[in-house]
Structure formats: C-alpha cells, structure tokens
C-alpha cells in the first residue's frame, strides 16, 4: 500500500494532463451564438466517426480512470 501512495500522486498527474489534452483536441458543434439562444439544434447532432469517436471514448475513459484514481487516493490517505 505505501507504494502506491507514493505512485499514485504521478499517476493522477499524468491522467489529468492526457484529460486536458483530449478535452481541447476534441471539436465542438456549437457556436457562440447557442450559448446566446440562438437556434443551434441541427449543429449538435452528428455521428462521430474515425479518429473523433476514438477521442471522445478516450476521453471517457481517461475520465472515469481519473476519478477511480481520486478515489482510492482518498481511501489510502485514511
């Protein structure tokens, strides 16, 4: 257990970096203007397809792996 609580802390750093990465990689629909109330139904709607469905689902999954992360930091600190 103490060695992962010495590994976990840079492993959390790693899975946040790649997070952030693939959170800004990924292309929106919406423009502006949606956040404004203009109508911006048909934008967001498309089927993702190559490399942007592989991003969103590693952005799922670097999510989930983060909070797991979290979590047992949290359980191993007390």
Do not use: C
């Amino acid at each position: 257990m103490a060695y992962l609580a010495h590994i976990l802390p840079y492993a959390q750093i790693v899975l946040s970096a790649l997070l952030i990465v693939t959170v800004l990689l990924q292309r929106t629909g919406a423009s502006l203007g949606g956040a404004f109330g203009a109508d911006n139904f048909s934008s967001g709607f498309h089927t993702r397809r190559g490399l942007e469905k592989t991003l969103f689902n590693a952005t799922i999954v670097l999510g989930v792996l983060f909070a797991l992360s979290a979590l047992a930091n949290i359980i191993i600190s007390y």
